[in-house]
């Protein structure tokens, strides 16, 4: 058992003067010592397998502070759990007991022990030994169906974290459009407590406010999904931040998101990487290009990454246990690795991401991975963001379609094409690099496109 | 724009974009042999959905599949009614 409870090792890294910033509350860790966001209930939640279902995220990391080491296991639900799915997740994660707060707007929940949370702090002793080693759930985010439990532990999920990142001279302040509960922002949430200060977001806040808040807190590091970053490229509140590090995960990063960041961030690490919530962190590229170096797949070391049947696969210390629930699959094969289930392709010397296993388009018997297509497109200087799709056809079974969101400002600089020019020049950008199966029949540009709550651009039938 | 006009703009439109040699669109030309594939006919039949609102291969009635280039424009027709 590790001797150390999050707590415990926040303490270590002796940053009683970190900071956490909620949207309308302020806490200083140090002041959690002597207090509880719990409302005395903490005794009570001792050895319990305990749902976080607080919409605020404040409250939900102030719980897992507070808990780590009392409960037995602690699941975290992100706010946009849907109530259908309540009762699966408390069956399958064996929940006896929950946190809410104010804002908790998920129907009747039927658990017998129910504690009502706040960010205001009242006075009561943090225990500091452990009397469990805490079972940490986590729920994957998928676009259709009920989610799967995702079993880790605090070790498991602090072993990307860099050991030297310490305490710093000047602390580091964190950010993420991530909600914190899920597997991308809980890294975040780690290394902000364990290395300086952390901004959470609220899904109800506009970039420009969230920024706003991060500027004031001096942010010095944060990360997202492309699709979060572009929705934050088009606010043209960009500029009201000057992070030292800007970091994307969660869905592929292509050249045209990687230099467009760079552009806004000319003071800036640039730096994307690969992560899942059963595969753990795999690794994390800095130069500035998308794609990864061939040399990291078969490299003995703390994480492992092999390739079958196109896939990668991986292997860690960082690596989820297993799923939770009756009909839970196996999580790892027989020698410890997790399929991501993400493709990739080898071209000059570095792998690519091809989307995922199952996303291909058929054209006629040809395959077509969208994220392929959508890379070219995105590239172009007055393109935002793109969803490329199939659309049925009689002919081929299916061909390619892409709806485009235009740049409101290109560094560029002027004023964007006619929309029937654009789709004219996206076309032939398409044909100079893609066969032509590949290349979009129809491009259609759009105002938006839908990001789900988890910041990934939502794929119909994904 | 007639349904024919229509068809015609966009059987040239497509062989260019497809770097394909169109025959000559006659009544009697047989699709076969218009310079045109498949991926080019799927592409020309998805985009007359946008433009005349009809894909007459997806409708519920059975249809004769097209074999010259005079079938596929009555076939148009009909459906564009």
Redesign the interface.
Same mark, same amino acid.
């Given at each position: 058992m590790p001797s150390d409870s999050l707590w415990g090792s926040i303490n270590h890294s002796g940053l009683s003067r970190a900071r956490l910033h909620g949207p309308r509350h302020l806490i200083e860790l140090a002041d959690l010592a002597q207090a509880t966001s719990l409302a005395g209930a903490r005794a009570q939640l001792q050895g319990k397998c305990v749902l976080l279902l607080t919409r605020d995220q404040l409250t939900a990391a102030l719980a897992l502070i507070e808990l780590d080491g009392v409960a037995r296991r602690l699941v975290l639900c992100p706010a946009d759990l849907a109530p259908e799915h309540l009762p699966g997740v408390i069956a399958d994660a064996e929940a006896d007991a929950c946190i809410v707060d104010a804002g908790t707007a998920i129907g009747p929940i039927p658990l017998p022990l129910q504690v009502r949370a706040t960010p205001e702090l009242v006075r009561s002793e943090l225990p500091r030994e452990r009397s469990y080693e805490t079972e940490w759930v986590l729920l994957t985010s998928g676009t259709t169906g009920a989610p799967k439990l995702v079993l880790h532990t605090l070790a498991s999920l602090t072993s990307p974290l860099d050991p030297g990142v310490g305490p710093a001279e000047a602390p580091l302040v964190w950010s993420t459009f991530y909600d914190v509960r899920r597997y991308g922002g809980l890294q975040i949430l780690l290394r902000g407590l364990h290395a300086g200060s952390l901004v959470l977001s609220d899904p109800d806040e506009a970039v420009t406010g969230f920024f706003a808040r991060a500027a004031a807190a001096g942010i010095t590091h944060i990360s997202g999904t492309p699709s979060h970053w572009r929705r934050a490229l088009m606010s043209g509140a960009a500029s009201t931040i000057a992070p030292r590090y800007v970091r994307l995960s969660g869905e592929i990063a292509d050249q045209g998101i990687l230099d467009s960041l760079r552009a806004a961030y000319p003071q800036a690490v640039v730096a994307h990487a690969f992560a899942s919530t059963e595969a753990g962190v795999a690794f994390e590229v800095r130069d500035g290009r998308a794609g990864f170096p061939a040399a990291l797949i078969g490299n003995p070391g703390p994480v492992e990454l092999r390739i079958k049947e196109e896939t990668l696969q991986i292997r860690s210390a960082g690596t989820a246990r297993c799923y939770l629930g009756a009909r839970a699959e196996s999580l790892q094969d027989a020698d410890g690795f997790v399929d991501t289930g993400d493709r990739i392709e080898l071209r000059a010397g570095r792998y690519h991401f091809m989307g995922r296993r199952g996303g291909v388009i058929n054209v006629g018997g040809l395959k077509v991975h969208p994220e392929e297509v959508e890379a070219v497109i995105n590239a172009h200087p007055w393109v935002r963001m793109s969803l490329v799709r199939a659309r049925r056809n009689p002919i081929t079974g299916a061909v390619v379609t892409a709806d485009v969101v235009v740049n409101a400002a290109s560094v560029a600089g002027g004023s964007p094409p006619a929309e029937a020019v654009l789709a004219r020049e996206l076309t032939d950008r398409c044909r100079r690099s893609l066969p032509p199966h590949k290349v979009p029949a129809m491009i259609r540009i759009v105002p938006t496109l839908e990001v789900s709550p988890s910041g990934k651009l939502v794929r119909p039938g994904a | 724009m007639s349904v024919k006009s229509t068809i015609t703009a966009q059987f040239q439109q497509v062989a260019r974009?497809?770097d394909r040699t169109l025959a000559s669109l006659s009544d009697e030309l047989r699709l076969v042999q218009s310079g045109l594939d498949?991926?080019s @006919?799927?592409?020309i039949?998805?985009?007359l959905e946008?433009s005349l609102g009809v894909?007459p @291969?997806?409708s519920t009635e059975a249809v004769d599949f097209p074999v010259t280039f005079g079938d596929f424009v009555r076939l148009y027709e009909r459906f564009a009614k």
């Open positions: - | 974009e497809q498949s991926l @006919f799927a592409i039949v998805a985009r946008d894909d @291969f997806n």
